[in-house]
């Protein structure tokens, strides 16, 4: 069995884990086989074609109560929020896991009426900065750039936010995939390599923390620039789209308006900025230093 807490639950599972935190929280059981296919009642809800931009192809059908969703390459996983159950597929070694803190796991705290965000986070000074971009803009290097400079990493891809009177970070898996150009020039302190792919290389955090809540500081668009970097506040009305962009909701129609209602709290509530810059790994110390003295 591994145990231990992710986004804001107390994970028990029959698979082993590598990206746990500490502490615990509402329990989540992991366990495999998942299923062979949509169950009779299943409708498609949503269908997701690969794109330069998000290469995932993956179908998710409902029952009107839990989730079964195909992932190429992955297999079928099973989700119950009600229940606190996810089945995973009987195999599938690190990248099982990964695609089980994605989709499968957010599915659960949106149930519990956080909001997704495909986003990183990281903690400075006690403060939660949510960092947010396209795939390959740099956004999971920027984390890892944090992680080196001492600072947190809360989640690498996908963000849980706990609304409220003080919007929250709640802390993900343990995780850092970074790019293995990224890895050789970073040369990244209190990470454990759990595995290698032709783009990536897989750390697991060795000192990650636990799942208590951290209040959101500030967000931070990631663009590029052909100039000198700049940190720049970003309008309410800009914030809001683009945080709608970033945002995971269900269609139906409780669901968008929940999450729109949800993004539209979050544009009002937390100072929003866009940091462009270069695409220089050189230059990445520079940018994080602008970041920090801005937020």
């Known amino acids: 069995m591994s145990s231990g807490a992710c986004y804001g639950f107390g994970v028990r599972s029959s698979v082993p884990l590598e990206y746990l935190r500490a502490g615990e929280g509402e329990p989540l059981e992991i366990a495999a086989p998942g299923p062979e296919g949509p169950a009779p009642d299943d409708a498609l809800l949503v269908e997701w074609e690969p794109a330069p931009e998000r290469p995932l192809e993956a179908r998710l059908y409902s029952d009107g109560r839990g989730f079964r ?5 992955g297999g079928w996983f099973s989700v119950e929020p009600a229940e606190r159950r996810i089945e995973v597929p009987a195999d599938g070694g690190i990248r099982r896991e990964e695609r089980l803190w994605g989709i499968p ?8 009426g956080d909001l997704p965000l495909h986003a990183a986070a990281v903690e400075a000074e006690g403060g939660a900065v949510v960092i947010a971009a396209p795939r390959t803009y740099g956004k999971t290097t920027m984390a890892a750039a944090f992680h080196r400079a001492g600072h947190r990493v809360l989640s690498e891809d996908t963000t849980c936010v706990r609304l409220g009177p003080e919007p929250a970070v709640v802390p993900g ?3 850092l995939r970074v790019r293995h150009d990224v890895a050789r020039e970073l040369e990244l302190p209190s990470v454990r390599l759990v595995g290698e792919s032709d783009d990536r290389v897989h750390y697991a955090l060795e000192e990650p923390g636990d799942c208590e809540p951290v209040p959101i500081r500030a967000v931070v668009f990631i663009d590029t620039s052909e100039g000198a ?3 720049e506040p970003v309008e309410r009305a800009d914030a809001l789209r683009d945080l709608w962009a970033l945002s995971f909701r269900l269609p139906t129609e409780d669901d968008v308006g929940r999450s729109f209602a949800a993004v539209t709290d979050l544009a009002a509530t937390i100072p929003v900025w866009r940091l462009r810059r270069p695409l220089d790994l050189a230059a990445i110390e520079d940018h994080l230093a602008l970041v920090l003295a801005g937020v």
């Open 229 to 231: 970097a700049a940190l």
């Open 173 to 175: 898996p343990a995780m």
């Open 105 to 112: 796991s957010l599915l659960c705290f949106l149930a519990r």
């Open 69 to 73: 969703l195909w992932i190429g390459g």
